[in-house]
């Protein structure tokens, strides 16, 4: 799943204004805002074309590692049942 630009903008303001939220001048702490959310959207345009960023939430199938071995993990879940349950919409572009 690749991230809207609406949450990249939105991830990049709660990441700029928790960077900025010591700094008392307002007019400098504006502008460090918006410096700071330009290149936290930048980096994040760069790694999400690389690399397949997960929102933590996403990833139940981590618990899998909890309740069974890794044997059983590799003997009962195929790959494809994996990537079903962390990407959901992955698996519905390959189905279709």
Do not use: W
Request: aromatic fraction near 8%; hydrophobic fraction near 40%.
């Amino acid at each position: 799943m690749n991230l809207t630009d609406q949450q990249i903008t939105d991830i990049a303001r709660e990441y700029a204004e928790e960077m900025c939220a010591h700094m008392e001048d307002d007019f400098i702490k504006d502008e460090a805002i918006r410096d700071n959310e330009l290149t936290f959207q930048m980096a994040v345009n760069h790694l999400s074309q690389r690399y397949c960023l997960v929102e933590k939430s996403k990833l139940k199938a981590i618990r899998f590692r909890k309740v069974y071995s890794e044997e059983d993990i590799r003997s009962k879940f195929t790959e494809e049942c994996l990537i079903d349950a962390l990407f959901p919409e992955i698996a519905k572009e390959v189905e279709g």
